[in-house]
């Protein structure tokens, strides 16, 4: 006990902030056991070989014949065994626990720093490597930012050989998550923990813990803001509160490119969270304002003596026709991150338009909203060169963006086309449903392109969402219309799911058993699918 108050040891150990509160009053048994870091609150008790999958939903293994009318009646914290208060309570062997959650070191760091620049340079495209290595190698990045260390060891062990250090990664996550809990509003050093937290969110999401996903794009966004990196290329905004106290300045051209990147990766999680989920949107457009980044060549080619002023950034604008029209500044050199940031804010506004509580979908505004957004996204199809969107046409080290880039089209169609057949005549519906037909399609040959060069270019949690959705609308089109030639584009989805699961086990196996299960649905069930829509799918579907 220091001061009055109860202090974990672990705590006084590593210099932290001790944020434990004893409790003051006796309380029931069941009240005691504590369930941290969930959405909802408390959960049920699970052994450690399921519970170390987190939110994995074990549904999908549960076979629909099977009678549960009855299993609300058994507690659920009586399924498995619990902590007996009167019992000894059998300690874990601290060194144990203590010496899994270390950082590695020597040669095995070495190596999973360079396998996360291999194989997720391009999904995180914030990190000027030069920079990188040379505050890896100096020490830096270890004194200032463990916290980004196990983030990035996290992420990089699901392609480690060694089995070993594949073991580890439960630990190096736990312990990447209490660092990140324990990060107040104005974080140190602020820009590396952004990074962190973003590279936790796209892990979290391939283990199926969709509740630290959410909560860590609004605490990355909020932290964000209390530093003022939103507001980092405006040019009239006036510094109130805590602007004046915390604003955080960069101190080189590196450092403000990389957070114009961080910022908007930021931004594209935010919406590729919300579309498959309706779970409301962090980042505020009205509060955003950030230059498109630079090319990915004159990125990385600079030094800590680039002069600012020398760097042409494309401004950012709330308006999609000016937005779009911008498109033109990234063609020569060929810029796809320019073309990731527009379809992400197109996506953004199209998922507001579906989500919305305030709009009904059985309105004419409705349907001239949905037109609106449709004819900008066909202006910026259109408005894209080939270089940008072929696979096969792609120079290697876009291709990464010129899938995502493509699948993320795919899906805002899907969500624009994919509508309730109630609201609109026969004819009509159908043809709506057409249009979403042909996105999926586009969706199956893009994948199979990709397959021909590189399946690890199919393996990431940006894309994973966009590629179960077409596999649905497929499913469809399938069974209410007999056209079998969607069969082999599902089998490929299936596939897909399936070596996704070599790396990313959950996420694998949750959007593969989904779509087996989406298959032996009945006709009637597949029929109620088709009339109800994107937002009737998602409020029937319970593997989101």
Same mark, same amino acid.
């Given at each position: ?22 409790? &003051? ?81 020597? $040669? ?32 830096? /990045? ?38 990140? $809990? ?49 507001? @980092? ?20 051209? /590196? ?41 990915? *060549? ?29 498109? +033109? ?26 989500? +919305? ?71 009509? @519906? ?8 042909? *996105? ?14 590189? /399946?690890?270019?199919?393996? &990431? *949690? ?6 179960? /959705? ?51 649905? +009945? ?22």
């Amino acid at each position: 006990m220091e001061n009055g108050r109860h202090v974990i040891s672990l705590c006084r150990k590593w210099g932290l902030k001790c944020e434990y509160i004893a409790s &003051s009053h006796r309380v029931n048994d069941d009240e005691s056991l504590q369930y941290t870091s969930t959405l909802f609150g408390r959960q049920p008790f699970l052994p450690p070989e399921i519970a170390s999958q987190n939110a994995f939903n074990m549904e999908y293994f549960t076979d629909n014949n099977v009678d549960l009318s009855g299993s609300w009646e058994v507690p659920l914290l009586n399924s498995y065994p619990t902590v007996d208060p009167f019992l000894p309570l059998r300690v874990p062997n601290t060194e144990d626990i203590m010496g899994e959650a270390m950082l590695p070191v020597g $040669e095995t760091l070495n190596e999973l720093i360079n396998i996360f620049f291999e194989h997720f340079q391009h999904r995180f495209p914030f990190f000027q490597k030069n920079t990188f290595f040379s505050q890896f190698q100096n020490g830096t /990045i270890h004194a200032e930012s463990e916290l980004l260390l196990y983030a990035i060891c996290t992420i990089a062990s699901s392609f480690h050989p060694d089995p070993a250090v594949k073991t580890r990664q439960n630990a190096w996550y736990d312990q990447a998550k209490f660092l990140y $809990e324990f990060t107040g509003r104005v974080p140190q050093p602020p820009l590396r923990t952004i990074q962190a937290a973003l590279c936790l969110v796209f892990h979290a999401y391939t283990r199926g813990d969709f509740s630290a996903c959410w909560l860590y794009v609004g605490k990355a966004w909020r932290q964000a803001a209390s530093l003022g990196m939103n507001r @980092a290329d405006s040019s009239n905004s006036v510094r109130q509160g805590y602007y004046t106290q915390f604003e955080w300045t960069p101190k080189t051209a /590196i450092e403000k490119e990389e957070c114009r990147r961080t910022l908007w990766v930021l931004f594209m999680m935010d919406r590729n969270g919300s579309w498959p989920t309706g779970w409301p949107t962090a980042v505020d457009e009205r509060h955003f304002k950030i230059d498109i980044p630079t090319t990915e *060549a004159v990125f990385q080619a600079m030094t800590e003596e680039t002069d600012p002023s020398t760097l042409i950034n494309t401004p950012f604008t709330p308006k999609l026709n000016t937005l779009i029209s911008s498109t +033109s500044a990234a063609k020569s050199p060929l810029n796809p991150f320019h073309y990731l940031v527009i379809v992400h804010v197109l996506l953004g506004r199209v998922t507001e338009l579906i989500h +919305s509580l305030h709009n009904s979908p059985d309105t004419l505004e409705y349907a001239q909203e949905c037109d609106d957004l449709d004819a900008s996204l066909v202006k910026l199809r259109l408005s894209i060169p080939r270089s940008a969107t072929s696979v096969l046409e792609a120079s290697t080290e876009d291709r990464d963006h010129a899938v995502w880039l493509n699948l993320i089209l795919n899906t805002t169609a899907i969500l624009l086309h994919y509508r309730s057949a109630g609201i609109a005549d026969p004819s009509t @519906a159908k043809d709506y449903f057409a249009r979403a037909v042909v *996105a999926a399609e586009n969706t199956a040959q893009i994948v199979k392109d990709t397959a021909r060069i590189s /399946i690890d270019l199919l393996l &990431s *949690a940006h894309i994973a969402s966009s590629i179960y /959705i077409a596999g649905c609308v497929l499913v469809i089109h399938w069974r209410t219309t007999g056209d079998e030639s969607c069969r082999g584009d599902i089998e490929v989805f299936e596939l897909v799911f399936e070596r996704m699961s070599d790396v990313f086990t959950v996420l694998g196996l949750k959007f593969k058993i989904a779509m087996k299960r989406d298959q032996e649905r +009945s006709d009637e069930e597949i029929l109620k699918l088709r009339e109800a829509g994107f937002k009737g799918l998602l409020a029937d579907c319970s593997k989101w």
